[in-house]
């Protein structure tokens, strides 16, 4: 009982948020319901309210909502969506695809930063596809299968890795076959500790029984069981495998298909690359099909005889998995060679019949036993795969009866993807774009291979720049067929070339690479090999670092590195750090190869502390200085706020620096919003010119903890900006101002600043914006109605002060602005700010900066304080002096110098957001501290209640 009542309680909840929406009736149809029998329900009405069918029923005896859209299913089928649990994603266009061939939902077997982004566009309805979930990357052993692949070299890489994944949100953990037995049961132990279950293959290092009792759940393929029968093929021992499989209520996945397709390329390869399937087919991923590519045909006749005979035995097995009660997943491996994506699950499901299932059993490993497998291990909330109340509304109609033969699943009449419905036209359409996109992008994926064949780098260069310049983003390679191609550049024979020609181009095409795949660890690796041999020892660490920044603890770039940077040339002697970028994470590699481990000082306030981290474009913006030169404007938001509770993953401090692995915070990754019977007050960070967003988490976990949402703004061009597939935006050094300037009159630093205070403006405005509509309508539902956006205060840090100035003037919604060591642009000095305004200034404060902190005074509308801190230095208001002291020489202790800081903003933001304590009293009770107030002299109109 339980388990039919959970989803009907959803029902209650997602009617109220869909309402908008009116509801969708598929009337007189036959319903094939797919709850574990054969069953066809004759004249049938499903109703579907938002993302739920809310009622199934004999059409004459169920009533259809007023103002629902009826859809005529009249001699018609409808099934739930189908499943494909093994997919490798590596183009927005294959997520089309699978949705306009009713693929409804799909599993991710290697998991990037991109395919996170995908999911939550997906989730939030920008996105048409399937529901996604994914594993993180692949955990392997070093040396791993392949190099490009996620190799680990000991248990605490490991479990930090399997760490990381949880704290991003990826789905599961997905092996491959070079792990020791040993490093198999710390995968699952580790597993098993952040809530995720272990998929993937299996490994000639350890049994079946091992595999089973370490934790995994699932066999990606069928025939990766094969290496545990010994010999000729014994049933005996198969059905023993079948049952400890059983047993162990693991599941098999398919994925039978792609190896008959494969064969068949042997046959008539020409033929099948004409079908329109791969038409649809990026032309990128379509480059190892082809003839010349292909490392199936190039091994002749043998691999031909020896693919057709374990086909036969593949079929086989499967059959006897069935008969053993093995959980079989239908999974394709699209878009591997063979695998067309979303097509390929109707040839899979005709591969199961061929083995002897029925097609209701067929069609059951695409729906129900799927959802079944992603609410035990994925997500207990996911009711899926099956037509009845409370259950997600991915539909498929269809012209003729799948139970009577599987193949009719191939031609839907429409397909209804959380509970947006899209007829036959919709879908042809969205093929006929792919279709269009693709056949646009042949002519410069053919001719760019064809110089790389050729040697021509400099061509090749040319067809690469203009067809990104025509598609921004373009990949022109699959990304194994350049990243193996490279090596005929790169190496003479198994040595490093000496070729200074050769390593030129090697340098280019790996450049083009890295450029390609952003979130690949691999491709930086290589980019760094080549840098390397090119006698390039800075850009090689560079290329290294950002390899590991997206993957710490890849072993092929952790060994890199440790090799180059002993011969990596020393600072000039002369170098002198900008004191705002002292704590810059991706400038340069730790000091302490292995600093011990740094805890942030506990949060106070009442509540546990959430945080999630979004990042938002502005389309009507470009970042000149980033990577790819012209991409769209992009920021990155880390939110802190009041959490129902601690039972979530803790949040990495910093999940992308490498310097800061060591610093442990203390809020946990995106738990529920705590129940508050307000709205909590808005506070928006802005960081200092080369401080990330998250030197400032010990400010922001204290007020989250006392009940304020905090959002702090990693801005491109004017700091340090690491996107979550490894991209860096490095500051723009226009912004960095000389010391002469420094020292000379205000005037004309304030004009200095003008064009970065502008851009950052904007910057804030875009994050205040999203941060409103995250309010209206969150789709995670955490945020919904938890922010009352009308009632914001701002804190800013030097650059990042003069920045939060410009944006309290500017939004009428900001009731509290306080700096520290940034001050507020000229005009608002002038004018004076309509709200509460206090200026933090610590011992080494340049006389011009304290002048012009007297023009605000002088100035002021409201009240001013001006907070005077003894002994700090520039950076104690951050995080960093803790976490790495030996980087700072302030006269003041760090951690001392920070909680100050912190308790500083807290009290200002109580009294002027919360209307609680004194703030000038505060300078009473803190060491160290001065706080001069001075009260509001000017009414006007502009002045804020």
Known sequence: MLRVSLPVVAIAVMSVSASATPPIAMTNVTVLPMTGDTARLPKHTVIVEGDRIVRVGPANETIVPDGARIIDGRGRFLMPGLCDMHVHIEDATEITLYGAYGITTVLNMRG?????????????????????????????????????????????????????????????VKVYSELTAEQLAVVGEAARRHGLAVTGHTSDNYSLEHALGSGQINVAHTDQLFRFLDGPRDEARERQLARALRDANATVTTSIAIYVMNAKHFEDLEAILAQPEARRLHPALLQPWRRENHRFLRRGQAEYERQTKRNAELLRFTKVLHEEGVPLLLGTDASTVGAYPGWSVYEELHELVAAGLSPAEALATATSIPGAFVRRHIDPDAWLGAIRAGYRADLVLLEDDPLRDVDAVRRPIGVMLRGDWHPRADLDSRLRDVE??????????????GHIRTGDLDAAR??????????????????????FYGFAYLYDGRELTTDPEKLRDAVALYEMYAQTFPDYHSAHSMLGRAYAAAGRGDDAASAFRRALAIAPGYAYAEAALAELIPVAPDEPEDAEPDPDESANAPAAASPDPAPKRVQLPAPEGPHPVGTVTYEWQDPTRRCAASPHGGDLRTIVV???????????????YSALSADYRHVDGNARLRPPFAAMATPSPLVVISPGRGVERYGYTTIAEELASRGYVVASVDMPELGWVIYADGLVVRPNPAFQPSRELMSGPYEKVDAFFEPATAMGLRDLQLAWSNLRRLNDADPSGRLTGRIDVTNTGVFGHSLGGRIAGAFAEANENVRAYISMEGIAPRRARMAGLPMPVAMMCSSGTLPYAMDNYQTLIDGRRETVFMVELRSFGHNSVTDFPVATPSQFDYEIEPRAGLLTSVAIVRDFFDVHLKGQGDFGAAGDRLANVVITEHAAQRDGPNRRP
């Open 112 to 172: 990037l930063p991109c395919h996170l982004r995908w999911r939550d566009e997906i989730a939030a309805g920008d996105r048409f596809g399937p529901t996604l979930y994914t594993t993180g990357d692949y955990v392997d052993g070093y040396p791993a299968s392949m190099s490009p692949m996620m190799s680990l070299a000991d248990d605490e890489a490991i479990r930090a890795a399997i760490k990381r994944q949880a704290e991003e949100g990826y789905d599961l």
């Open 436 to 449: 269009q996109l693709c056949a646009d992008l042949t002519p410069a994926v053919l001719a760019f291979e």
């Open 462 to 483: 040319v067809v690469f720049d203009e067809a990104r310049r025509r598609h921004p983003g373009a990949m022109l390679f699959q990304h194994y067929w350049l990243y």
């Open 638 to 652: 880390q939110i802190w706020y009041p959490a129902a509770n601690a039972d979530a993953p803790n949040a990495p």
